[in-house]
């Protein structure tokens, strides 16, 4: 069944670093809804072919150029998908970098700190305000800030609690983006537009040299599901697929 806005056409989704693993599988599972879903992504060969794939399945999808850290690219971005649809129902901010490796506080190279936020954390910021105009054109706007449950404080100082290898860069940077997801929420209160952030679980892809326990499907079931909330769900909370997280 096809989902449809009140003028019966699909809905229309963005879902950024789309190309490949979990945002990929995002966009896949949006499409099989029926949705219309842009690939973001700033590969141009790796997103025509995820553009390629997910046609081939069926899927209303049409490529992006975007890369996150780039005022100009994001700007484009907006124009395209305002010449394309003219609104957006769903925004899906999944692009995300660890910022590399070793992470140790008192050693780190603050350079990958630097990168870790400006794309984790500033590229979320940036995306999510230029896309607002289309949103706010949607009768029910979503937006899926995709982190991770290695930025909840309350896990990171639970005595026994999985929180991965120590990470100044990347752990913080999922804590910054679940603050920035509150305050959008404490925002936009009071309009149609509901913002979540969502933990996809250890999955296996590229970001963790494929080491994660769950699929990419698995690991884009909660962003779908949150994607898709009616206009009573939730807002300004973090979830993952057993429920609510932590802050």
Not at 49 to 58: I, N, P, Y
Not at 94 to 115: F, K, L, S, W, Y
């Amino acid at each position: 069944m096809t989902e449809t806005n009140t003028d019966n056409h699909p809905k229309v989704a963005l879902v950024t670093g789309a190309n490949k693993g979990i945002g990929y599988e995002i966009a896949a599972g949006l499409g099989a809804l029926g949705w219309s879903v842009g690939v973001g992504a700033r590969d141009d060969a790796r997103r025509e072919s995820a553009v390629d794939k997910l046609r081939a399945a069926g899927a209303d999808a049409f490529g992006v150029p975007l890369d996150v850290t780039d005022d100009a690219s994001v700007t484009a971005a907006a124009r395209l998908i305002e010449e394309r649809t003219g609104r957006l129902d769903a925004l899906v901010n999944n692009a995300g970098i660890t910022g590399g490796g070793p992470q140790e506080p008192t050693t780190v190279d603050v350079n990958r700190v630097r990168a870790a936020v400006e794309t984790n954390v500033i590229g979320v910021i940036r995306v999510t305000n230029a896309l607002l105009p289309l949103l706010r054109r949607s009768p029910s706007p979503r937006i899926v800030n995709v982190s991770s449950s290695v930025g909840s404080l309350t896990l990171q100082t639970t005595p026994g609690a999985e929180t991965g290898p120590i990470s100044i860069a990347y752990a913080p940077s999922k804590s910054f983006l679940n603050a920035v997801t509150v305050q959008y929420a404490k925002e936009l209160a009071g309009t149609q537009v509901l913002i979540n952030a969502v933990c996809p679980g250890f999955t296996a892809t590229d970001l963790n040299d494929f080491r994660g326990v769950r699929t990419p499907q698995q690991g884009a079931a909660a962003a779908i599901r949150l994607a898709t909330v009616p206009d009573d769900g939730p807002t300004g909370r973090f979830f993952d697929d057993e429920g609510e997280v932590p802050w």
